[in-house]
Structures are given as structure tokens and as C-alpha cells.
């Protein structure tokens, strides 16, 4: 099956620094890349998502990048604040059942 | 907006106790999930369902076991807990049968056993 690996597992930054999250997966077939949000006891929510046919997409401070080839594809927050302090899950889907990453912790500095 | 429902969001429960976490959405979704989270290991699918009645063994399904009587509920089954058990429990839905997008979670529930 499908195997997703995502680092670093934590990430310090200080505030207004940019970040950066690589995952890598296995299955040549994957189409769809989703990046999930975690803040302390909630939910994981999307904060954004790309398909093969795409290189890049950007959402504000927000843009993930997808190379194909090389088979990764990386999460890039700019401009970092302290509201960005979460675990971030990039996952991987060839059929409809996405695959994981283990998380990253994103630590924002003041 | 999509809702996703866990009945309960704190369980403890005691070694060989029979357990039921409940798992409810509002948006006429075909696929639903059981996921386990743990620290350092993500999220891991225990099971998952495209449609009532069906289910399929995700990646951990030892010790669980689903069912899914009605479209808008997904249950996760427990039927000797152990403590090796103790874990937050989410559950997600998605659209369509194959449909690759976003998935919706629940708030978890969080089970110690004891």
C-alpha cells in the first residue's frame, strides 16, 4: 500500500520566519495531496489541497508544491504567526482513502 | 457546513469491558472512517466504509470491528478492550464512493482503559 513519510517531526520558528513541511509517498498512482491542520484539542481541518495536474497552488500565506517525478510534495507557510502553532498532516491519495503522514508539531515563536 | 458528530468525547473504560463509539454526519456522505491517533504515529485507519452495510479493514484492524446500519452512522466496536487500546478515536466522512477529496472530522473521542 501506499506509504507516506513527512518531515520534520517538529519544527521551531520564530514568528514572521517561513516554514517549511516535505512528505514524500510511494504510490506512483496518488493524485490528490491534502494538508491538514491540527490545533490543540480540535479537529484536523483542510487547509489545502493539490492534484497531479497542478505544480503549485498558493492560498495567502499558504502554498504547496508537488513534484511528481521525485514523488514529494511540501507544505510552505510564509510570514509565520503565533495561530499557525499546530500539527500539520500532509496525506496522500490514489484511491479515495488517503494515507497519512505521522505530523509535524509547528512551534511559532512570539 | 458539514457536521460530523462523536457521541462521546471522554470514555474510560476497564480491561475486557465491550465498547461503542458512535459516529454521526449530517452531509449524506458515502464514505466514512475510523481513524486511531497517537503521538509520533499520525493517523492510522482502522477501518473505513463506502456505503451501509460495507466496510473494509484499514491498516489496524485488530481488536475492532465497525458497523454501519444507516448511512449517517458509523460505529467502532470494541469487544474486549485492552489497554494497549487507550488512544483518541476520530472519525471522519467524505463525499462520494470515488470521490478523492476532503475529509470531515469528528472531535474525537478520547478512551482510556484501565
Known amino acids: 500500500g501506499e506509504n507516506v513519510e513527512q518531515h520534520p517531526s517538529t519544527l521551531s520558528v520564530q514568528e514572521g520566519d517561513s516554514a517549511v513541511i516535505k512528505c514524500t509517498y510511494s504510490?506512483?498512482?496518488?493524485?490528490?495531496f491534502p494538508w491538514y491542520k491540527q490545533e490543540l484539542g480540535k479537529r484536523p481541518q483542510l487547509i489545502i489541497d493539490?492534484?497531479?495536474?497542478?505544480g503549485e497552488k498558493k492560498d495567502q500565506r499558504i502554498a504547496v508544491t508537488l513534484n511528481k517525478t521525485a514523488k514529494h510534495f511540501s507544505l510552505h507557510i510564509t510570514e509565520t504567526q503565533p495561530e499557525d502553532s499546530a500539527v500539520y498532516f500532509c496525506?496522500?491519495?490514489?484511491?479515495?482513502?488517503?494515507?497519512f503522514g505521522r505530523g509535524t508539531s509547528l512551534i511559532v515563536h512570539p | 457546513d458539514v457536521k460530523v458528530t462523536q457521541s462521546s468525547r471522554y470514555l474510560v473504560k476497564r480491561t475486557g469491558e465491550k465498547v461503542f463509539l458512535e459516529c454521526v454526519q449530517d452531509?449524506?456522505?458515502?464514505?466514512m472512517f475510523w481513524y486511531r491517533q497517537d503521538p509520533g504515529l499520525g493517523l492510522r485507519l482502522i477501518y473505513f466504509s463506502y456505503d451501509v452495510k460495507m466496510k473494509e479493514k484499514g491498516d489496524i484492524p485488530e481488536g475492532y470491528s465497525v458497523s454501519r446500519e444507516k448511512k449517517e452512522r458509523f460505529s467502532l466496536i470494541l469487544e474486549s478492550a485492552s489497554t494497549n487500546q487507550t488512544s483518541m478515536y476520530l472519525c471522519?466522512?467524505?463525499?462520494?464512493?470515488?470521490?478523492?477529496?476532503?475529509?470531515?472530522f469528528g472531535e474525537g473521542s478520547r478512551l482510556t482503559v484501565l
Open positions: 471522519a466522512s467524505s463525499l462520494g464512493p470515488q470521490n478523492t477529496g476532503e475529509l470531515f
Open positions: 493539490i492534484r497531479s495536474n497542478v
Open positions: 504510490d506512483s498512482a496518488s493524485n490528490y
Open positions: 496525506a496522500s491519495g490514489g484511491s479515495y482513502i488517503p494515507t
Open positions: 452531509m449524506d456522505h458515502e464514505n
